[in-house]
């Protein structure tokens, strides 16, 4: 199968899914399909625990790392894949299944995947979302606390002892490594209008 493979990494709160969600509006269905990291998170009861007892989201292993290889084998042979959706951990929500196709460009967006060389083989270009560091923590605030229903202090505890040290690791020492680092500190369509620009121009789509 013809197609690209262009994964998207940042931290939490760099944005990430609002540069999707931008692309998928920009260059629609039937050009693009999205991989999301999130929907291969393992169960709560299977992630680590940190010194104080408290589940960690936020590293490579709390991922089913190999399915989503599985995943991207069978897309660039040209093959549909079905995945449930993550919920985060909502008993409210029924996750969906959805369906991924092999369209000419496949977005793979998510945290730790240029730090797995069986992931970032597989991506064509590596596109890098830079960000302010009081801004990141401030759309996690946002997200978790607000949205989410989440302890305010408990999204604190959560990203100073979670998020990022996971980040220094694990995500930060690929940045100079990406084919394109874009800086989304700003909440304006400045930073995925020129992933966009990126990739038609890489895609070679018209």
Do not use: W
């Not at 995943?71 to 409210?92: A, H, V």
């Not at 060389?117 to 890098?128: E, G, R």
């Not at 040290?165 to 694990?170: E, G, I, R, V």
């Amino acid at each position: 199968m013809d197609n690209k493979l262009f994964g998207i990494s940042g931290s939490s709160g760099s944005g990430k899914s609002f540069i999707v969600k931008f692309l998928k509006s920009s260059l629609g269905p039937e050009i693009l399909s999205v991989i999301y990291h999130d929907n291969y998170y393992k169960k709560r009861e299977d992630q680590e625990k940190d010194r104080q007892g408290n589940y960690n989201f936020d590293l490579p292993s709390s991922f089913h790392q190999d399915e989503l290889v599985e995943d991207l084998i069978k897309i660039k042979s040209g093959k549909s894949i079905i995945r449930k959706e993550y919920t985060f951990n909502n008993p409210k929500i029924n996750p969906r299944s959805l369906r991924v196709e092999p369209k000419p460009i496949v977005i793979v967006e998510g945290l730790f995947l240029f730090n797995d060389p069986n992931i970032s083989k597989f991506l064509d270009k590596k596109i890098f979302i830079d960000c302010d560091l009081n801004v990141m923590i401030d759309r996690r605030i946002t997200r978790d606390h607000e949205k989410r229903g989440y302890d305010k202090s408990d999204v604190l505890y959560k990203y100073n002892n979670h998020v990022l040290p996971a980040f220094n690791k694990f995500i930060l020492p690929h940045k100079d490594k990406s084919d394109l680092i874009v800086n989304n500190s700003k909440n304006n369509n400045s930073a995925p209008e020129a992933i966009l620009e990126y990739i038609i121009k890489e895609s070679g789509i018209n």
